[in-house]
């Protein structure tokens, strides 16, 4: 679960993140549980225009879990169910993160700053600035305080797809910024709520399940 206050022109961030590994690895999740919320309340913290932004993160490693246990939680899954093989992917507005296996040593080296927040971007609601491969345009299914993100604003901005940051000559691990109105965005949709919705894990009847592959 994820909760957003404002008071005056501070931002405050808390995160309760579940993380699991249901791939075939043997993994440390400690050790990446370590790394996600480095990341995490580095990139979700500082000031950004009017506004102060703070993040806390509590990354819970599991090794054993039942479904119960994790529904409408939050869930970064280290899973081999990617599509495209991407680094990642999110539930937009939802509650899991799905990291590619491949991609956790980078991860935990600090090679790969900006997968975790980017996807976490998408969790709390925040578009691609810019339209689906289409470099220097606007994505009009993002809200219009997201569409007024300059060309030039977005060849550093966390929410920009990698292709877009890599056109632009931009090392991926130096675009990380944030702008004003996107910690707008977040705090409107936390405050009309839009976030924490689950669609990852259904509640049945008697039992509870995965939505496809994790």
């Known amino acids: 679960m994820l909760t957003v206050n404002k008071k005056e022109n501070l931002i405050q961030i808390d995160l309760e993140i579940f993380l699991i590994n249901r791939s075939n690895q043997n993994l440390n999740l400690f050790i990446l549980a370590a790394a996600i919320k480095k990341q995490i309340e580095t990139v979700y913290k500082g000031k950004f225009g009017e506004l102060e932004l703070v993040t806390t993160v509590d990354v819970k490693p599991l090794y054993k879990y039942h479904l119960r246990s994790l529904y409408n939680k939050m869930v970064i899954a280290v899973s081999p169910y990617i599509t495209n093989d991407n680094a990642a992917e999110a539930d937009f507005k939802g509650l899991l993160i799905k990291l590619n296996p491949k991609h956790i040593e980078s991860i935990i080296s600090g090679n790969n700053k900006r997968t975790i927040p980017h996807e976490l971007g998408h969790l709390l609601g925040l578009e691609h600035p810019h339209a689906n491969a289409a470099f220097e345009s606007v994505n ?66 008697f039992s509870y399940k995965w939505i496809g592959k994790i």
């Open 140 to 205: 009009l299914k993002a809200s219009i305080l997201e569409q007024s993100i300059s060309n030039q604003e977005k060849t550093t901005n966390l929410m920009c797809q990698s292709w877009y940051i890599q056109k632009a000559g931009i090392e991926l691990n130096n675009a990380l910024s944030l702008l004003e109105n996107q910690l707008k965005v977040i705090y409107e949709n936390f405050n009309s709520k839009k976030l924490n919705r689950n669609y990852s894990i259904s509640k049945g009847l």
